[in-house]
Nanobody, 123 residues
Framework: QVQLVESGGGLVQAGGSLRLSCAAS????????MGWFRQPPGKEREFVAA????????YYADSVKGRFTISRDNAKNMVFLQMNSLKPEDTAVYFC????????????????WGQGTQVTVSS
């Protein structure tokens, strides 16, 4: 069992930055690929970014590439999402998740989820 708690969301103006954090407890955190997803109002949950267990490989949705950076600290059981140059279309609830098996960008590949943190970007 893995418990995930996100934090760091809030209200920011377009062009601003936020850093999301995800604290994990339970199973050996460092063994898992971790991902960030988001769910905009009235839309499906979508892939944002993922990071390998070592942190050596990262993956991004095209919509955030060059603006967002995923990282992790295995010693502290934390994963982060640095979000720069935010746009109103980045407004969503952001979730971190633990990947079980399958393709990194598919929601169905992830087995544990946090409760989410709201990010609102005003124009």
């Amino acid at each position: 069992q893995v418990q995930l708690v996100e934090s760091g969301g809030g209200l920011v103006q377009a062009g601003g930055s936020l850093r999301l954090s995800c604290a994990a407890s339970g199973r050996t955190f460092s063994s898992y690929v971790m991902g960030w997803f988001r769910q905009p109002p009235g839309k499906e949950r979508e892939f944002v970014a993922a990071i390998s267990w070592s942190g050596g490989s990262t993956y991004y949705a095209d919509s955030v590439k060059g603006r967002f950076t995923i990282s992790r600290d295995n010693a502290k059981n934390m994963v982060f999402l640095q979000m720069n140059s935010l746009k109103p279309e980045d407004t969503a609830v952001y979730f971190c998740a633990v990947k079980a098996v399958g393709t990194y960008y598919l929601r169905s590949s992830y087995s544990y989820w946090g409760q989410g943190t709201q990010v609102t970007v005003s124009s």
